[in-house]
T-cell receptor
Framework: NAGVTQTPKFQVLKTGQSMTLQCAQD?????MYWYRQDPGMGLRLIYY???????DKGEVPNGYNVSRLNKREFSLRLESAAPSQTSVYFC?????????????FGSGTRLTVV | GQQLNQSPQSMFIQEGEDVSMNCTSS?????WLWYKQDPGEGPVLLIA?????ELTSNGRLTAQFGITRKDSFLNISASIPSDVGIYFC?????????????FGKGTKLSVKP
């Protein structure tokens, strides 16, 4: 089925460990996004990639890095995980055509840092 | 940065009741979107609005783009148990950073015990 695929779905890390969250979309979308969702905080933008070859910081980029590997894939890396990064992470994608576009979200990665 | 004020934060429904929620901003928006998130899943787009005053329905859901362009409303008629979840408003405002969406903090819909 077409859409946004995130891996892994669940992960437990120890403080200081590193990991990469993977995201791939098969809708030929130009733009991709990483959000984190915490209770009562809604969706907060970490990083985004408006098009292949570009990445920009969002609202809460500290402690994260991203790579737009190709048009399909956009990964999020935690170099040294901290308990404050315990969250649910969502990847999203869209085609930026005019003003009329919404995002398609993946089903999320639930990360716990102990 | 720009924020959306979404209310109420949470509400309890009894099957058959009508539900209303809204979102307001301090800036003029050119796009309003409403998403629903089921437990353990990502948000799914319900309704998209692109013109001031626009009223759009999707089954029992109706959303409106406020005429001031600073607000939007979502109504659910005759609620059913599967309406439970978190509803997010999202919008795009003139002059926003590269056209990125801004999200409200969500309205959590639960069933009355």
């Amino acid at each position: 089925n077409a859409g946004v695929t995130q891996t892994p779905k669940f992960q437990v890390l120890k403080t200081g460990q590193s990991m990469t969250l993977q995201c791939a979309q098969d809708m030929n979308h130009n733009s991709m996004y990483w959000y984190r969702q915490d209770p009562g905080m809604g969706l907060r933008l970490i990083y985004y990639s408006a098009s292949e070859g570009t990445t920009d910081k969002g609202e809460v980029p500290n402690g994260y890095n991203v790579s737009r590997l190709n048009k399909r894939e956009f990964s999020l890396r935690l170099e040294s995980a901290a308990p404050s990064q315990t969250s649910v992470y969502f990847c999203a994608s869209t085609n930026r055509q005019g003003q009329n576009y919404g995002y398609t979200f993946g089903s999320g990665t639930r990360l716990t840092v102990v | 940065g720009q924020q959306l004020n979404q209310s109420p934060q949470s509400m309890f429904i009894q099957e058959g009741e009508d539900v209303s929620m809204n979102c307001t901003s301090s800036s003029i928006f050119n796009t309003w979107l409403w998403y629903k998130q089921d437990p353990g899943e990502g948000p799914v787009l319900l309704i998209a609005l692109y013109k001031a005053g626009e009223l759009t329905s999707n089954g029992r859901l109706t959303a409106q783009f406020g005429i001031t362009r600073k607000d939007s409303f979502l109504n659910i008629s005759a609620s059913i148990p599967s309406d439970v979840g978190i509803y997010f408003c999202a919008g795009r405002y003139y002059g926003g950073s590269q056209g990125n969406l801004i999200f409200g903090k969500g309205t959590k819909l639960s069933v009355k015990p």
